[in-house]
């Protein structure tokens, strides 16, 4: 019989809830920015199918943002339930910035009710339009500062510990820690990327299965060309998140990588395999290449896991969702390039089938590398919950009851999927696009 591990439930229920939450607060952060560029061209141009792309996406996005408030809120009943021991050490170390998430959720729902319910109540397209940003604005915010949290405990500077405490905190500090820059970026524009790839996986659907209406054609190339943009962005600041890796959490990297000794022009691992001594076998391998990541030069040192107790190296499967996260972000910009350039081009169309089914499965795709790249965040700070301060182990509940809690949630959970799917399909069903664009006088 399993010996029952309270530290061992707490972290699967508590990356169970953050792995669901994180698709809603993904498309919470990145589609208010699809939005107003939909609701900003349908203005300039006076083109009322950007009008409709505006509402549309609006009517699917507040139904994300409902189970997003649920999903939160079951994040914060689980800090203090299953890591009590945290939260006395350095809960008040990441009040602010819980706070200031809370605040900027709240100003992103009013506004995105007024914005909801104020539609042709304006003599002006633009004041209705700067309703938006408030929302866009309250969006990111949340990111930013729920972001600076998981920044602070990795790279957690601005206090003093004592007798398990965190003292004389500087909450700025604590908040604008090394991690901070790269985190934060990262998570934005991989929700930019994200959210764009999932509206324009809707549209090449529609456009698949023979529904060649300009709509579907206006929403796939405005989500594609906020996708291209964006994919760049992400592999440019995943360059800077690996530098910073180098510098900061260097058996984070090495884990990664599978790189067990410090050496100069050191290979980057992709895929592949270990035994139980940690042999390498079945792996492509990229000379110079993690060494051109870690510090942008071919012959630099990178560190090895060598360096660093083995109790204390992380779980080496982050090699793995390392692998993924950048594969898929490989493909996305691949997909998204190859498409920009037929635009241009002129060379598009929409019997373009291959293309079609690869942005299709972009959508996809682009949640689980999001899932993929917070998994090995997470898991790549193991065995810390503050890396180099608190063990995961120390600040976990002693709790019986955590079993019975992790199956209440996943039943919450399915319930919640099930939900939203029913939700989308009936609010869509009510109100399809033909009868939208009826509204707006088109054909």
């Known amino acids: 019989m399993v010996e029952y591990d309270p530290v061992l439930y707490s972290r699967i229920l508590t990356g169970t809830t953050l792995g669901f939450h994180t698709i809603f607060a993904t498309l919470g952060a990145g589609i208010p920015l699809l939005i107003a560029l939909a609701e900003w061209i349908g203005i300039k141009r006076n083109d009322l199918h950007y009008h409709v792309l505006a509402r549309r996406w609006t009517k699917g996005y507040i139904i994300s943002v409902a189970v997003g408030v649920v999903t939160g809120t079951a994040i914060s009943l689980q800090l203090s339930l299953l890591w009590p021991n945290f939260m006395e050490a350095a809960g008040h170390t990441i009040a602010l910035p819980l706070f200031l998430e809370t605040f900027a959720f709240f100003f992103e729902a009013i506004f995105l009710g007024i914005y909801l319910y104020t539609w042709n109540r304006f003599k002006s397209k633009y004041a209705h339009f700067l309703l938006l940003l408030p929302v866009f604005i309250g969006g990111g915010a949340s990111a930013f500062f729920i972001s600076t949290v998981n920044a602070f405990m990795n790279s957690p500077i601005g206090f003093n510990y004592e007798n398990g405490i965190l003292t004389n905190v500087n909450p700025i500090m604590a908040m604008f820690n090394p991690a901070t820059p790269t985190k934060v970026t990262h998570v934005m524009a991989s929700s930019y990327l994200t959210a764009a790839f999932i509206f324009a996986s809707i549209a090449a659907f529609s ?21 291209l943009a964006f994919a760049i962005s992400t592999a440019l600041i995943g ?158 509940t002693t709790s019986n009851h955590v079993d019975t809690m992790l199956i209440l949630f996943i039943l919450l959970y399915v319930i919640l999927a099930i939900s939203i799917v029913i939700v989308l399909k009936r609010v869509f069903k009510a109100s399809p696009l033909e009868k939208d664009l009826k509204k707006q006088g088109i054909e």
Not at 207 to 227: D, E, F, P, Q
Not at 346 to 351: F, L, R, S, T, V
């Open 207 to 227: 456009i698949y299965r023979g529904r060649n209406h300009v709509y579907h054609k206006k929403a796939l190339k405005l989500s594609m060309t906020v996708a």
């Open 239 to 396: 360059d800077l998140s690996g530098k910073f890796l180098a510098q900061y959490q260097p058996e984070k990297l090495a884990a990664a990588e599978w790189h067990f000794e410090t050496e100069k022009g050191a290979t980057l691992i992709f895929a592949g395999s270990l035994d139980e001594n940690n042999k390498i076998s079945q792996a492509i391998e990229i000379p110079y290449a993690l060494s051109i990541l870690a510090h942008g030069i071919p012959g630099a040192e990178v560190i090895g896991l060598e360096e660093f107790p083995e109790e204390d190296w992380p779980p080496l499967i982050v090699h793995y969702y390392f692998d993924w996260m950048v594969t898929i972000g490989m493909f996305l910009a691949l997909v998204s390039f190859v498409y920009f350039c037929m635009q241009y081009r002129g060379k598009w169309n929409e019997c373009n089938k291959p293309l079609l089914s690869a942005i299709i499965a972009g959508g996809p795709l682009a949640m689980l590398a999001i899932e993929a790249g917070w998994f090995m965040a997470e898991q790549g700070r193991q065995p810390w919950i503050i890396r180099g301060v608190m063990r995961t182990a120390e600040a976990a």
